[in-house]
């Protein structure tokens, strides 16, 4: 069968391209320039770069994604239906789930729901595996612990309530919208 030979049009390779060593010296150029400027800021007074923690805090955007967490709603109740999806999706396995059924066999719900933060990369997998919108990740980053046990968050330790987490399911509801 003969096959359509398809031209693709490029376009001609730029300056820049053709001359790599212009994009070294633009690089340069670009890296003195922040430099010098900043200097010059600080030197002024006009802006910090810095917030001396922990009294200062830096501003979270909602975008920043600290510790998973799990949505409690308003009846006290976890979100979490137990499918499973969040602990299929983590790339470190760090998510431990036993699922169980209430006592009239309707719904599913995690009888064991952990996560150990030694592993967790904060990538935000679950958070975009979980079609409850159960687990989402907070702005909670202060995590340190004495103790590799310390480090295993279990279901209780996990709830959050929904409206602690209005502002991170916000920026979901208009990141996918978009
Ligand atoms: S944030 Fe990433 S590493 Fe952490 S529990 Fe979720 S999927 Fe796993
Ligand atoms: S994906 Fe969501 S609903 Fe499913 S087990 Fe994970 S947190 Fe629960």
Known sequence: MPVGVIKVARPAPTLAQRRPWL???VGLWVATRHFFQSAFLFARGRQNFTVHFPEQRFLQPPAMRG???LVRMSNGKERCVACGLCEWACPTSCITIFPAETADG????????????????FCGLCEEACPEEAIVMSRQVEIACYSRR????HKEDLLVP??????RLDYLHRHYDA
């Open 162 to 167: 929904r409206d602690q987490l209005q502002t």
């Open 150 to 153: 310390g480090s295993l968050w």
């Open 23 to 25: 994009a070294l010296l």
């Open 67 to 69: 510790m998973p967490v």
């Open 106 to 121: 309707v719904e599913r719900y995690p009888e064991v729901f952990d996560i150990d933060m030694s592993r967790c990369m």
